[in-house]
Structures are given as C-alpha cells and as structure tokens.
C-alpha cells in the first residue's frame, strides 16, 4: 500500500475543507494517508500524524494545497528524500502546483493508476561557515538570496568562481537562482529565464552599484563564493524567500547545485511555454 502525505496550508480555510475531501479520496483509492502532526490535529485526525523525521522516511508520494509558496515549502521539508510531489493550485496561476481544485479526482485517479510522469527539478545549497566550523545549511527549490536589511548600507562582496576570482560586487544583494526560481525573484531583478529542464544557476545582483551588474549564468557543477570586503551590516542569506540566516563579516558562504532534487508528479503534459505565455497575457511576468 503506497503512503501518501497530504500538506494543507491551514491558514487557508479552503485548503483545510479540500484536505478533508482528498484524504476520503485517497483512502478509498486504496492509499494510506498521513498528515504532519500539526496539520492532524486541526483535521480532527491525530491518529494520522507523524512527525517530520517519519515524513520524509515513509512517504511514497506527497501533496499539497495551497499555492506555490506552499510546495516550495513542502520541497525544502522533505529534501533529501526526493519524494514525488503534486500541488493542488488554490491561488492564481502558478508555475508549480498544476491541479485545479475541480480536478482532485481526476488527479486521485491518475495518481491510483500510475499515470504520470516524473520531473526533475535541481535544488540550490548555500553553505555558512564560521570559524572554521558549519554555522548554517540552507536548501532552496527556487533560490538562495543574499540581501542587506531595510535600513544598511549596500553589499560590497567578492565573487568566485569554482574558486577564481571573478568580480567585485557593489549591490543591494545577490540571487542565485535554480531554472525553477528564474521566472520568481529573479526575473524582477532582470534575471535570464531558464528553461526547467536545464542544469545551471543564474546569478542575478540586486540593485548594482557596480560595473558588474549583468547576470551571470553557471553550469550546475560550479561552486560560488562569496567574501564580504567591507564589514556586512544587518545582511541575511535566504532559501526561497521562507527560511534565513543572518550573516557576520567573516563568515565564508559556498553556494552550489543540492546533491538532491525535487521530482514532480506531472498528471498532463502542459508545456513550460505555455504557462509562460499564460502569465505573460495575464501580466504577471
């Protein structure tokens, strides 16, 4: 019997009424269906709920409702398992989460009959060490971002390249996107879009107060490091927009393609291209 974990986003009222709904769903296809221990009790369902460790160990498959912020989410939660995920679209047209709300049982079908098809997605790492020793380890689907606060100064940094010196950057700050965060960030920094499928990290400055201030696109086997040559002052380092850091002058930050991957449950073939289009003629690009 195939273990499946459903994700609400229970701030959405919506997401907890359609949990319910597809929980019936899947346990009548014949799946057994957990919950994180959180999202259990607010269901009423206890006696599903497991907590994170035993997620990631025991999960077959995995969904969640809510928008793409909630599968980006869910990605970073379950890495380095590379459980298979699909995402019920409960907000507006999103890159990420292809199921409509109508079409969960059509989903539950196709999932119960092996319909689908699997897709790969590269993850980004950051790395954070501080006097010798590993002060923090991020994990991003759409991207690492190094930023200063509100009110600091500009970040004035040195950039290398699998370990030659590449450039002096004087910015807001720095994102290093994965294909999947090329159209997020990224792109309203000026960022290169690129295409899913492909093996690169883009590096995009933020705000460039520098004659370096083009993005710069890496194969996936680069490592980038980057060295503060000014003391940094209220500056953080952020996976995806959800989960951060905050940096100190000596710090040394190693940022690469994730060993790991997110892969995708794809129900239908729904061109990357098209989306893309869609999101044009809506004007959200």
């Given at each position: 019997?195939?273990?499946?974990g459903?994700?609400?986003?229970?701030?959405?009222?919506?997401?907890?009424?359609?949990?319910?709904?597809?929980?019936?769903?899947?346990?009548?296809?014949?799946?057994?269906?957990?919950?994180?221990?959180?999202?259990?009790?607010?269901?009423?369902?206890?006696?599903?709920?497991?907590?994170?460790?035993?997620?990631?160990?025991?999960?077959?498959?995995?969904?969640v409702?809510?928008?793409?912020?909630?599968?980006?989410?869910?990605?970073?939660?379950?890495?380095?398992?590379?459980?298979?995920?699909?995402?019920?679209?409960?907000?507006?047209?999103?890159?990420?989460?292809?199921?409509?709300?109508?079409?969960?049982?059509?989903?539950?079908?196709?999932?119960?009959?092996?319909?689908?098809?699997?897709?790969?997605?590269?993850?980004?790492?950051?790395e954070?060490?501080?006097?010798?020793?590993?002060?923090?380890?991020?994990?991003?689907?759409?991207?690492?971002?190094?930023?200063?606060g509100?009110?600091?100064?500009?970040?004035?940094?040195?950039?290398?390249?699998?370990?030659?010196?590449?450039?002096?950057?004087?910015?807001?700050?720095?994102?290093?996107?994965?294909?999947?965060?090329?159209t997020?960030?990224?792109?309203?920094?000026g960022?290169?879009?690129?295409?899913?499928?492909?093996?690169?990290?883009?590096?995009?400055?933020?705000?460039?107060?520098?004659?370096?201030?083009r993005?710069?696109?890496?194969?996936?086997?680069?490592?980038?490091?980057?060295?503060?040559?000014?003391?940094?002052?209220?500056?953080?380092?952020?996976a995806?927009?959800?989960?951060?850091?905050?940096?100190?002058?000596?710090?040394?930050?190693?940022?690469?393609?994730?060993?790991?991957?997110?892969?995708?449950i794809?129900?239908?073939?729904?061109?990357?291209?098209?989306?893309?289009?869609?999101?044009?003629?809506?004007?959200?690009?």
């Amino acid at each position: 019997m195939k273990r499946i974990g459903v994700f609400p986003l229970l701030e959405k009222p919506k997401a907890v009424k359609l949990a319910v709904k597809i929980i019936g769903l899947l346990q009548d296809a014949g799946f057994m269906v957990v919950l994180q221990q959180r999202s259990a009790d607010c269901l009423g369902m206890a006696e599903m709920g497991l907590s994170d460790e035993e997620l990631r160990s025991q999960l077959d498959y995995g969904v969640v409702l809510g928008g793409d912020g909630a599968l980006l989410s869910l990605a970073r939660r379950l890495y380095p398992r590379e459980v298979p995920i699909f995402g019920i679209n409960l907000g507006h047209l999103g890159f990420l989460t292809e199921v409509e709300a109508k079409d969960l049982e059509l989903a539950v079908k196709k999932l119960q009959a092996g319909e689908f098809v699997l897709e790969d997605r590269i993850m980004v790492s950051a790395e954070v060490t501080r006097s010798g020793k590993q002060r923090a380890y991020l994990v991003g689907l759409n991207d690492i971002v190094l930023t200063k606060g509100m009110f600091a100064r500009m970040v004035r940094m040195e950039l290398l390249i699998d370990q030659f010196f590449t450039g002096l950057v004087s910015a807001d700050g720095l994102i290093i996107s994965t294909p999947t965060g090329s159209t997020a960030y990224s792109l309203s920094a000026g960022g290169p879009i690129i295409a899913p499928q492909l093996s690169a990290l883009a590096l995009t400055p933020i705000c460039a107060h520098s004659l370096f201030n083009r993005p710069l696109v890496v194969g996936s086997n680069s490592v980038i490091e980057i060295k503060f040559t000014t003391p940094p002052h209220e500056v953080l380092l952020t996976a995806d927009g959800q989960d951060s850091v905050a940096l100190e002058a000596d710090d040394g930050i190693k940022i690469y393609t994730a060993p790991y991957k997110t892969k995708f449950i794809r129900f239908k073939e729904q061109s990357f291209y098209h989306i893309l289009r869609e999101k044009v003629k809506q004007g959200r690009l």
